[in-house]
């Protein structure tokens, strides 16, 4: 934004989102009718609004009524059936033949006709832990966090390179994956005060399981706990020592693939008639499909034995660490979205509610999450994952709107550079994938910025202020925010692979305090605020070099504004908050003043905001 320019205020359409401000329920059951609210801003109410909500595939449309109003906006009311398992349902305002027409949906206001497809969804399938939504979720990749005393008394197997803890990583092949500096669960628990300190209260490790490699996707083994990381006894003493702190442990599971030193493989290999060779996609000439064609990584296929032994019940691999003495709190599943997944098969959503039931039966408190680098909505109706890592909807917008000009490497599997995008588009493709995914989906599923497969966030957008903006959104936009380990600290890294370099633990100095202050300071303002957890996101702004949302919920409201660059100050009118004469808002994150509603700016109240980013800052409405 240049110096005497205003960002551009987005319309004061009429809103409505899955929010419990604006629907009486995320969690309804069949044969259920819900209460739904759409708020028009005063001085636009229409002669009529309708619910339009397929029922059985047929459309129904039920008219609202005015449920109350003030002076800043009238709220119409209308009750959804819950019919089917997914109810889908949309706002039609209409002003009669010779005036306004058209539907709120998803992504906004549009005076005309739409498709179903960015609807808003009441799923009446089992909701997701209550939890999930509050939760602060912390990555840890278990070889780079820390060594315990135990980790020097280990033999290496012999693919394993050993490493000191402050050589630089080898991210490039064949060193990439037998590279080990000796981390264990063990000391996890030694730095678990550190974690919830920062103000995380759940754990997501990356595979634990025995492997010929330190990133252990290509398991040997889904029986035990990998002896370099102290065995089956050390994912116990971790899970025991972080519930005793209120932490919760997520382990990763890989249902698209094992590795081709998995035991399964093993005896499929060597016997055809083996039960073994059905998981697998054995070609006839004896090849098999791999995850990308990878010979160490085969695909695995779904039937009735490998269901069975990978997914059912509390006896199969998902439900035995789930139980005592591991009791861990749910999985992360890796490649969820190619799982199941082959030219004309697909069982990827049974291989979903299969995880689902196991988990549910043991304890319906347990999550279940889907590593999804793309478009998830299409598996997040409610019956499968309870959520996805939301890559496309936060991540890639974020970066497209704050990577350093000088960065140019591609993007995350895209063949072109990381573009620099404006922020008004930026905000356009966060509000199109918030609109196509289920809101209770949405407030499950995780936000990131970075993670153990991308570059690191400090690499992308190149100083600490700029990752200040990025974690400000992390940890106010909706969803779960996911950090990984080290970020906090200002760690560096060009690829994933060279972004899993060991924890600095012994080297303070190297520590970015300011980030690490800016990351705890969220972490804590997340866990306090029930709108940043659970409230709606209302956009207000967005602009070249400004991103402005209210999270909104009945017991609390927050504006929050994010800014890249530097301009003029600029205003927002007050009654797009909700606000009256002589307001005040304090500020509760970020270097600035209260705001006061000026009631002399253009004789309308005024709400004057600094444009001095990078900068995030977050403000209490009354």
Known sequence: MTAGTQPPLLPDHPHHDGSSRYAGTDRPSLGDTVPVWLRVPRGQEPDGVWVRSPQDGEPEYVAATVDRADEHATWFRADVDVVNPVTRYRWLLSDGPAGRYGWVNGTGWHGYDVPDAHDFALSAHPAPPAWASDARIYQIFPDRFARSAAADTRPLPA??????????????????????????????????????DLGFDTLYLTPFFPADSVHRYNAASFDRVDPLLGGDEALARLTSAAHARGVRVLGDLTTNHSGSTHEWFLAAQADPAAAERAFYHFRPDGSYVGWFDLRTLPKLRYGPELRRRLLEGPDSVVGRWLQ??????????????????????????????????????????????????????????????????????????????????????????????????????????????????????????????????????????????????????????????????????????????????PMPWHRPQAWDRVTLERYRTLAHLRASSVALRRGGIRWVAAGPEVLAFVREHSEESLLCVATRG?????????????????????????????????????????????????????????
């Open 159 to 196: 693919w394993a390179h050993p490493a000191a803890w402050d050589d630089p990583v080898d991210y490039r092949l064949p060193g990439v994956t037998t590279q080990v500096y000796g981390g264990d669960l063990d000391g996890i628990v030694d730095h678990l005060d550190h974690v919830v």
């Open 324 to 501: 005592p003495p591991y009791a861990l709190d749910g999985w992360r599943v890796d490649v969820a979205n190619m799982t199941g997944r082959h030219a004309a098969e697909d069982t990827n959503l049974e291989v979903a509610r299969a995880m689902r039931a196991t988990m549910a039966a043991l304890d319906p408190e347990l999550l279940l999450v889907a590593e999804h680098c793309h478009d998830a909505s299409g598996d997040l109706s409610g019956e499968g994952w309870h959520g996805a890592m939301n890559y496309s909807g936060v991540l890639r917008p974020i970066w497209a709107w704050l990577r350093a000009p000088s960065y140019v490497e591609e993007f995350l599997g895209v063949p072109a550079a990381v573009p620099r995008l404006p922020g008004d588009a930026v905000a356009t493709t966060m509000r199109a994938f918030q609109a196509v995914t289920p809101w209770r989906s949405l407030l499950t599923s995780w936000s990131l910025i970075g993670s153990h497969d991308t570059p690191r966030v400090r690499t992308v957008l190149g100083d600490a202020d700029t990752v200040g903006v990025a974690a400000g959104l992390l940890f106010t936009l909706p969803g779960a925010p996911m950090v990984f380990m080290g970020d906090e600290l200002g760690g560096q890294g060009v690829v994933g692979e060279d972004a899993r370099r």
């Open 566 to 622: 530097r301009g003029e100050p600029w205003s927002l009118p007050a009654t797009r908050l909700g606000l009256g004469a002589a307001a005040e808002l304090p500020c509760v994150y970020g270097d600035a003043d209260s705001l006061v509603v000026d009631g002399d700016v253009d004789g309308d109240g005024r709400v004057v905001l600094p444009v001095d980013g990078p900068s995030c800052r977050v403000w209490r409405l009354p």
